[in-house]
């Protein structure tokens, strides 16, 4: 059965920070979408492992390494990439956690932080964006998280950086809508990843969150495959500015 709408065959897609977790499965999910994918991130041997797995399933797959937190490695990198076709999807996933008391949280991490979670999207964004506008068309999808919304204890900076993905999005999407150019957010839940991997071993959390969580569960990674699809895909046409949680209802619930 086809469904055309969500049809990427013929697109090239480039995903940061996805040689593992979230970025992994948005990159496959695209891929079996028919995308061609660009995988991106700073360990080239990571990358191009995860690059090999991906074109063992039979997927068009390449890889390319630079930091997305510097400016100059973004526009050669995109430039890079554009020089062989352009970037018809944009995925800002790159991230990174830190979780600390707010009054002994280091400076030092707070600007990894800000730099890793905020920059990299703004850079990223811009320089893709830039490509896209002569074009007329283009999809970005900006990874939020359900901390775009709702605190947790220790982790006040990444919540602060979540808030301001999820402001960015909107505001891209007001200045580039008219440019035929769709900017969203996809904004995970609770998943299990390897980031994630101790939370889930830790008992006491993980019943807290089920109990917290409609759903009654952690989430899987194949579970954002859908609404990535959706938000890169011609389905979406019409949907700008929108921030899609994928989190079981969390955000639904007090």
Request: proline share 4%; hydrophobic share 45%; with cysteine.
């Amino acid at each position: 059965m086809s469904f055309p709408l969500f049809d990427l065959t013929g697109r090239t897609a480039l995903i940061t920070g996805s040689s593992k977790g979230i970025g992994f499965a948005l990159a496959q999910a695209l891929a079996q979408a028919g995308a061609r994918v660009v995988l991106n991130a700073r360990d080239a041997v990571k990358l191009e492992e995860a690059r090999a797995a991906l074109a063992a399933q039979g997927h068009d797959v390449r890889a390319a390494a630079f930091d997305v937190t510097d400016e100059a490695a973004v526009e050669q990198g995109v430039a890079r990439i554009e020089a062989q076709g352009p970037i018809d999807i944009l995925v800002n996933n790159a991230g990174m956690q830190h979780r600390s008391p707010f009054a002994e949280f280091p400076v030092d991490a707070w600007r990894r932080l800000s730099s890793t979670n905020i920059d990299s999207v703004f850079l990223a964004g811009r320089a893709v964006a830039q490509r896209m506008i002569p074009r007329g068309r283009g999809k970005i999808i900006n990874i939020c998280s359900v901390q775009s919304e709702l605190g947790r204890p220790g982790i006040a900076p990444y919540a602060a950086t979540k808030g301001a993905v999820k402001m960015l999005t909107k505001g891209m999407a007001i200045d580039l809508g008219r440019f035929g150019i769709q900017v969203n957010g996809l904004g995970p839940g609770y998943f299990k990843t390897e980031l994630t991997q101790a939370l889930v071993q830790d008992a006491a959390f993980t019943d807290w969150l089920s109990k917290r969580t409609p759903a009654g569960r952690w989430g899987e990674v194949h579970e954002l495959a859908g609404a990535a699809i959706f938000l890169a895909s011609d389905a979406s046409s019409f949907v700008s500015g929108h921030i899609l949680y994928v989190d079981g209802g969390i955000t639904a619930s007090l």
